[in-house]
């Protein structure tokens, strides 16, 4: 299941967030596999709004989460990052917790706890740079303030095309529902992300309206 929903993340807090990773990305050695700088929570934790903004999207998105996949379990934010992909900028077929071995099955990679993945976007003032889904046959054109949340399983292999032109800014977000690998420092209470995950009722009804989903 594809979750989408529309302006999850306000103008403000896309403008801020961006402002963050153009001002500090210097400080990070961390680089996509294209060569474009990667900011994780622990290079930007300290950064001015980062603990007030970056929590209260998280708890957010947990809400979308948990009450369009009716998960059972709480999840935990595992990893955050501020990216950001210029010109040719792009990644490869792939999931988010598996790998296709030479035989073509997939087996588990270097990050098999993850168990849900979401990409906030933060702007549109480019070209390219599309999430292709390859078992749903959808392709998603990036907006800002979308949240898009799936699976991270090999049922939502996925690809980001090629940015063509100009800056491509996200917050990806991986979720595991094992409480010992959560962000340890996070400040986001730990009520607050069962409540989140506990977000439908035993009926599967939910208390607020139901996002887009593809």
Not at 79 to 84: G, M, Y
Not at 125 to 153: C, H, N, W, Y
Not at 160 to 181: C, N
């Amino acid at each position: 299941m594809l979750i989408q929903v529309q302006n999850a993340i306000g103008a403000e807090d896309c403008r801020r967030l961006m402002t963050m990773y153009d001002r500090h990305v210097h400080l990070t050695e961390v680089r996509d596999y294209t060569g474009h700088p990667v900011a994780y929570w622990d290079q930007f934790r300290d950064f001015p709004d980062a603990a007030e903004i970056v929590p209260r999207l998280i708890e957010e998105c947990l809400r979308h989460i948990g009450s369009r996949l009716e998960l059972k379990d709480p999840l935990y934010p595992e990893t955050v990052i501020l990216a950001a992909m210029g010109a040719g900028g792009h990644h490869s077929r792939h999931a988010d917790n598996c790998r296709q071995n030479e035989q073509g099955d997939w087996v588990a990679n270097h990050t098999p706890h993850r168990d849900v993945s979401a990409i906030c976007y933060l702007n549109d003032e480019f070209d390219g740079g599309e999430i292709f889904f390859e078992r749903a046959q959808l392709t998603v054109k990036p907006r800002r303030g979308l949240l898009l949340a799936f699976p991270s399983d090999a049922d939502h292999v996925h690809e980001v095309l090629p940015v063509r032109s100009g800056v491509r800014y996200t917050m990806p977000i991986w979720f595991t529902k094992q409480q010992q690998l959560a962000i340890s420092d996070f400040p986001l209470a730990v009520s607050a992300i069962k409540a989140a995950a506990r977000a439908v009722s035993p009926s599967g009804s939910t208390s607020s309206p139901k996002p887009s989903t593809s």
